[in-house]
């Protein structure tokens, strides 16, 4: 290094020198303990920390790159905090599901987390969606001002499920009934190698409890096409009340098992957000307390 900066070498033989030999030599030794410093400086950093302000300027400007990274953690963070304390989103304002909303549909458009087959292969299911779920969110999945709305492929799934919307915030239906889920312990039970669906809802006078088969769409992969069969009252008596007859007749009139259809459209191993054929927005968690109701 110093003998490429310094191609000239510097007399030791100080009184034969002219002045302006001196003045010449002081000012290459004056460049070179310089040049040394610096070597020394640059060498040394990583084992004394010595600060590089070149290096803090490109870290600067790498964390603020990174700070504006799409993090899928933090924003599922939030928007766990967005639906929590709206009963399960019955008491939701306008403001507060066009927030939900706008960061569903971040997570659904920024992450591709839902694998093609999860309705097809018996292992990709048990690991992502079998099990139990608790719904810990219902409205609808659009609002009407909203920039940016859903959009659903072949909404009758071939012509066999009914095209219908209704408001459903903080509620599920069965059998034409509305059941209010505000504050209330919601089940969805998945079992994809025994093609069954299981809803359950815990209200004060007992269980509802409504159960059926479970079939992957032919037009798109991340939708569940369910034929309800089971419905089931329990009262806190003990007494069962069994509508599953009300879905054989609906199915003679209509000429089709097929009661709706859930799409998944964001799922990891703690959330899922699913869309349902009726203009429905589901939250489900694994554990029921970190959206609170």
């Known amino acids: 290094l110093i003998s490429l900066a310094f191609p000239h070498p510097i007399s030791l033989s100080y009184k034969t020198m002219t002045t302006t030999q001196r003045q010449s030599n002081q000012r290459r030794a004056s460049s070179l303990l310089i040049v040394a410093a610096a070597f020394i400086t640059t060498t040394t950093t990583n084992a004394f920390e010595i600060p590089n302000p070149f290096q803090s300027v490109f870290s600067a400007s790498s964390t603020k790159t990174s700070k504006n990274k799409f993090n899928p953690t933090a924003t599922k963070q939030e928007l766990w905090e967005a639906a929590s304390f709206t009963n399960n989103g019955k008491d939701a304002t306008i403001e507060s599901q066009k927030r939900v909303l706008n960061l569903v549909r971040t997570l659904e458009t920024q992450t591709s987390t839902v694998p093609d087959d999860i309705l097809t292969n018996s292992d990709v299911a048990q690991k992502y969606l079998d099990g139990t779920w608790y719904l810990k969110y219902t409205a609808p999945s659009n609002v009407a001002d909203e920039d940016d709305l859903y959009q659903v492929d072949d909404v009758t799934d071939g012509g066999s499920v009914p095209s219908y919307t209704y408001s459903n915030k903080g509620t599920v239906r069965a059998v ?93 191993d703690d959330f899922r957000v699913g869309r349902g054929n009726a203009g429905s927005l589901f939250l489900l968690t694994r554990d029921p307390s970190v959206i609170q109701a």
């Open 176 to 268: 034409g009934i509305k059941v209010d889920t505000a504050n209330k312990e919601t089940k969805q039970i998945f079992d994809i190698a025994s093609s069954r669906i299981v809803n359950k809802v815990d209200l004060d006078f007992g269980t509802v409890r409504v159960a059926g088969k479970v079939r992957p769409s032919d037009t798109v992969s991340n939708r569940a096409v369910i034929g309800f069969d089971e419905c089931q009252i329990t009262l806190k008596s003990g007494f069962v009340i069994d509508l599953g007859w009300v879905f054989a007749l609906l199915a003679i009139v209509r000429g089709t098992s097929d009661s709706g259809w859930l799409e998944t459209t964001y799922i990891d």
